[in-house]
């Protein structure tokens, strides 16, 4: 199975910050990965997909970058909407498919 | 609009079964793999099982293989996942997630979640 680790696992900062989270997978994944976001009590929404693809509606201050075994997802000028758990997930190989373990960004 | 609508989850005792259901509406559902992803309580999330669009394939966690089944009923738009021989582990929110493609990939649209508890 591919591992997914995301870094860091939680993180605090302010609105109006640019905040990065990195992705790493275990063996190379070309561009089959995917960022979620999940706020308490809700479930996950597709942010990003094929690593840099905005999904539609998504806000252009999310950003995706990466292939092979390193991706960054990047939120420019945090908005308190932000504050919530991301999640990486690959799509290269399964079963199973894999996610990471989660970043979760607070406010500072 | 694409929307999910997971049912079925409750508290079950360890060694017992419960179905869950997922309908769905606002896309072509035959052409779609859907894939249940659950999450413990304060935990991450899991992929446990997927089903292509015909329903021909099927696919699972290691950890749920030969306990859970997965199918489907295009007449129905609808997916369920038999849950047997529940263990204490597997207490966790069930989302039902639409795949973006005929196989199982990214996960474009959830469900809601249902719980499903598993305790004496």
């Known amino acids: 199975a591919i591992r997914m680790t995301q870094s860091p696992s939680s993180f605090s900062a302010s609105i109006g910050d640019r905040v990065t989270i990195t992705c790493r997978a275990s063996q190379r994944i070309s561009t089959y990965l995917a960022w979620y976001q999940q706020k308490p009590g809700r479930a996950p929404k597709l942010l990003i997909y094929a690593a840099s693809t905005l999904q539609s509606g998504v806000p252009s201050r999310f950003s995706g970058s990466g292939s092979g075994t390193e991706f960054t997802l990047s939120i420019s000028h945090l908005q308190s909407e932000d504050f919530a758990t991301y999640y990486c997930?690959?799509?290269?190989?399964?079963?199973?498919?894999?996610f990471g373990g989660g970043t979760k960004v607070e406010i500072k | 609009e694409v929307q999910l609508l997971e049912s079925g989850g409750g508290l079950v005792q360890p060694g017992g079964s419960l179905r869950l259901s997922c309908a769905a509406s606002g896309f072509t559902f035959s052409n779609y793999a859907i894939a249940w992803v659950r999450q413990a309580p304060g935990k991450g999330l899991e992929w446990v099982s997927a089903?292509?669009?015909?329903?021909?394939?099927?696919y699972y966690a290691d950890s749920v293989k030969g306990r859970f089944t997965i199918s489907r009923d295009n007449s129905k738009n609808s997916v369920y996942v038999e849950l047997d021989r529940l263990r204490v582990e597997d207490t966790a929110t069930y989302y039902c997630?639409?795949?973006?493609?005929?196989?199982?990939?990214?996960?474009?649209?959830w469900g809601q979640g249902t719980p499903v508890i598993v305790s004496s």
């Open positions: 089903i292509c669009g015909s329903g021909r394939c099927t």
């Open positions: 997930q690959q799509y290269y190989s399964y079963p199973p498919l894999t």
């Open positions: 997630a639409k795949g973006g493609g005929d196989l199982p990939s990214l996960f474009d649209y």
